[in-house]
């Protein structure tokens, strides 16, 4: 990472420390160019090597990538299968290792194949005790999911009498969340020109800075993620309160 040089503008202060992305726009960027879908997947690959390397040496402490939705299963056989295809290739320790990043995943993943299943279990294991950024996959997640698995759970420990009703509030289905070990994101990017979540995580973007750009993911590069630091850096986060409490607070530290 210390070829990568960050912008000077950047407040190395006021860094995001969670950011999620939904790269959106492989297929569409293919087909401007007369090529396969499967080919906008493979130079995606290549944005998401450049941003986390950039994320990590910027001092993002979570990176998490939009990379396979519940929905996703929905898309024809010969797309799906390419795409898990291209997940085991990169489900290795080479970015890992040289980037000392640990590796996470949120999602249904008992769907996925055996192999990738597998796979996952060895790169969390192998690259536990990297100190850098934690680069995390959701995979075959839906926030919608993650919220229903999240209540069933909760019902089944109260059924069973580890969990009163009463003691159900925020706290304790954070703690039933997928993404339990890491806090909610500070900035939610999305690529590709629409502007909506599709199903990722609702319940942790309640406060969540958004920012949307019409740049397909297979060109979002160093250049785009720094303007996206850029203007959230520019952004007020109040949580509920005045500008005027903000700055108060922000002026007492």
């Known amino acids: 990472m210390n070829q990568i040089k960050i912008n000077p503008t950047i407040d190395s202060s006021r860094v995001p420390k969670h950011v999620a992305i939904v790269m959106d726009g492989n297929g569409r960027w293919a087909k401007a160019r007369g090529l396969e879908r499967a080919a906008g997947h ?10 986390a390397e950039v994320a990590a040496h910027m001092g993002v402490d979570y990176l998490t990538l939009y990379t396979f939705s519940t929905e996703n299963w929905n898309r024809p056989v010969e797309e799906v299968n390419a795409l898990m295809g291209l997940l085991m290739e990169e489900l290795n320790e080479k970015l890992f290792k040289k980037n000392q990043l640990r590796f996470d995943v949120i999602g249904d993943i008992k769907r996925l194949p055996i192999e990738i299943q597998d796979q996952i279990t060895y790169l969390r294991k192998a690259t536990s005790q990297y100190k850098n950024m934690t680069l995390v996959l959701a995979l075959s997640y839906s926030s919608r999911w993650e919220i229903t698995y999240a209540m069933q759970q909760i019902a089944q420990e109260i059924a069973s009498g580890d969990l ?18 890491m806090p909610d994101p500070d900035l939610l990017i999305r690529t590709g020109g629409d502007i909506r979540l599709s ?4 319940w942790q973007s309640a406060y969540t800075e958004f920012y949307f750009c019409n740049i397909f993911w297979p060109d979002f590069r160093q250049k785009q993620f720094e303007d996206a630091i850029l203007d959230y850096q520019n952004r007020e986060r109040r949580f509920g309160k005045t500008s005027e409490q903000v700055q108060n607070e922000n002026s007492a530290h």
């Open 199 to 202: 199903n990722y995580l609702l």
């Open 164 to 181: 009163l009703p009463e003691e159900v509030n925020e706290s304790c289905i954070n703690a039933h969340m997928n993404t339990s070990f």
């Open 42 to 51: 493979q130079e995606g690959i290549a944005s998401v090597h450049e941003i």
